[in-house]
């Protein structure tokens, strides 16, 4: 190194001067001008960058041109992208002070101090690096952070790594919102009336589009200054730690739902397909089939007789029946612990992901038998006569069930940002994420409202599972049955595993803290579930609870109040604003509340 590249930085007795980038010191070359240089996060040294400005240094006109950008310019920060040596380009943080003198511009907004306060971590960081070398990966994405394949759906011949196309990101968002809400839509469109139905369908849905699409663009704001991984994050940096936690908990609460229905589900589905299996066996006449009232029959009554005695004749206590052992309510709910307590105490649950598009594969097969059964029921449907059975009315009393069960049936903003931060076009994540929610609407309004007024028996017998109207032995019915059974049983440990991380990651700072930690807790969830199989079978209602309670925190509030907050701190929030965002979060309360008195 030549002896005048060797001079130093900062020469004894003088004042540094200040740079149009706060915090970076400059240099004075011998000509007079300033040869200003910048901090690498690649681990380059600070003699190599020195030499580099002192072989090439900029030109007067581009210093004139850097000056002039600072009284017109808010502070940027420019992309990190690799540079032809294979390190980052330097992070731009604008000041609004001025060069020469060091004081604030005339006219100028103070710097956002968590902007600035992000800025000088990251010069701290990147000196560190500079000395000794060490990758500290200070923008690395935290391990606890759900990876997006766990809601990608992988399509045949569309390579499922990195980066996915909008077509993609669109089905995903269709597959993880359509879950089991789809099968309860009848029902609740049956509790609701048809005209009142269609219209909460639409409303809901765009409330929904709407908060999801705020989140994303407060997102877009913050996580340039702000290392922001997923929804309560997000709640955390604008709003505060309250926040964050309330995001957790209702997240976890959604998730806990989920679970609780999937339970029930695959304690009904896995009881019929044995039970269909054992009657073929014993010679059973197999030819009963279409649909029935299960209303008008006497149900099992649930777990009583087995959980708590029942009096059964001594001489035939050790004769028990098939219809003993093998109960919907009292014994399949024990027996499936047998089969998935052990996947789902399993370290990873990646290998789950691979059966994602079985979801869609799910949903066409309900989609197409629902309407081939509606095409040859026709038209069952009268709406003057209120003493018909097929009277199907417009708007009933009863209708939050209806809107307790959208709540969940639209609810993905847990999940938004993991999922539109892996679309491959950025700028099209707005009309990627109404397509969705369109495509997720219709495919409920089409289910529930073909099969209300197809359904050739009294409305009031449709079930909050509409499979429950198929009589045990319907060949196609049974079919449907066993597929989902399927379907749910590798769904279900991605549940799980989901749950761990939200509840164990926040104590142990370990997506996996030891096993006998993650099987107390699995413990602790199935035996939650198992009960609710067992004495509160009734998905409708497990669903319209829970789904009211996330919606009315997930939905209707905290996405509103993060995007007033940021409006605030950008200085864009009004009156108007703040009226109508308030009366979403008025809509969430009244949902909520409604959910008790009906």
Not at 91 to 118: C, F, K, M, W
Request: aromatic share 12%; net charge neutral.
């Amino acid at each position: 190194m030549a002896d005048r590249e060797r001079t130093p930085l900062i020469r004894a007795g003088s004042r540094p001067e200040r740079s149009s980038y706060s915090g970076l010191p400059t240099r004075r070359s011998e000509s007079g001008r300033f040869a200003d240089f910048s901090i690498s996060s690649g681990g380059g040294s600070w003699n190599r960058r020195i030499n580099e400005y002192m072989q090439s240094p900029p030109s007067s006109a581009g210093l004139s041109s850097s000056l002039g950008s600072v009284n017109t310019s808010r502070r940027k920060r420019s992309e990190i992208s690799i540079s032809e040596e294979g390190g980052r380009r330097p992070y731009h943080y604008r000041s609004q002070n001025s060069i020469a003198e060091g004081t604030p511009l005339v006219g100028q907004l103070d710097a956002d101090p968590v902007e600035a306060a992000h800025y000088r971590r990251y010069q701290y960081y990147t000196r560190l690096q500079n000395q000794t070398g060490v990758n500290l990966d200070l923008l690395n994405i935290p391990d606890h952070v759900v990876p997006a394949s766990f809601y990608t759906i992988h399509l045949p011949g569309i390579p499922a790594a990195g980066k996915q196309s909008s077509i993609v990101t669109i089905f995903s968002l269709w597959n993880t919102m359509l879950g089991t809400s789809l099968l309860s839509m009848p029902w609740a469109l049956q509790q609701s009336g048809v005209l009142m139905g269609m219209f909460l369908t639409v409303f809901i849905s765009g409330i929904s589009l709407y908060t999801a699409y705020r989140i994303l663009q407060t997102y877009a704001v913050y996580s340039r200054t702000q290392k922001i991984s997923e929804f309560g994050d997000l709640c955390g940096v604008v709003l505060g730690k309250w926040a964050e936690f309330l995001a957790t908990a209702f997240s976890i609460l959604a998730i806990l739902g989920a679970a609780i229905v999937y339970w029930v589900l695959m304690s009904n589905f896995l009881y019929n397909t044995v039970l269909y299996a054992y009657d073929s066996s014993q010679g059973v006449n197999m030819s009963d089939s279409g649909v029935y009232c299960p209303s008008n029959l006497s149900i099992e009554t649930p777990a009583s007789a087995l959980l708590f005695g029942s009096s059964p004749d001594e001489d035939d206590s050790w004769n028990m029946s098939f219809d003993d052992i093998w109960g919907q309510y009292t014994t399949v709910p024990l027996f499936l612990i047998i089969i998935l307590f052990p996947i789902v105490n399993l370290k990873s649950a990646t290998f789950f992901t691979k059966f994602n598009s079985l979801g869609t594969i799910s949903i066409l097969f309900i989609l197409s038998s629902v309407l081939y059964r509606c095409y040859w029921w026709g038209l069952h449907a009268e709406f003057r006569d209120d003493t018909s059975p097929e009277y199907i009315p417009l708007f009933n009393s009863s209708f939050p069930s209806m809107s307790g069960i959208l709540a969940l049936g639209l609810f993905i903003h847990n999940a938004i940002i993991t999922i539109m931060a892996n679309n491959r076009n950025q700028e099209n994540n707005g009309r990627d994420m109404s397509i969705a929610y369109f495509l997720v609407a219709a495919t409920y309004l089409l289910i529930g409202t073909a099969f209300y007024i197809a359904f050739p028996l009294p409305k009031e017998c449709i079930e909050d599972n509409l499979l429950n109207n198929f009589k045990q032995h319907d060949v196609l019915t049974v079919a449907a049955k066993v597929f989902l059974f399927f379907q749910m049983t590798s769904v279900f440990p991605l549940i799980m595993y989901l749950l761990r991380i939200s509840v164990l990651y926040p104590i142990f700072r370990e997506i996996w803290p030891g096993l006998k930690y993650v099987v107390l807790l699995n413990t602790v969830i199935i035996i939650v579930c198992v009960c609710f199989a067992i004495f509160m079978p009734k998905i409708g209602t497990i669903i319209r609870y829970s789904g009211a309670a996330c919606g009315m925190s997930m939905i209707f509030t905290l996405p509103v109040l993060v995007h007033l907050a940021s409006s605030k701190r950008n200085g864009d929030l009004s009156w108007t604003s703040i009226i109508l965002h308030t009366l979403i979060i008025v809509v969430g309360g009244a949902n909520f509340i409604a959910q008790f008195f009906i």
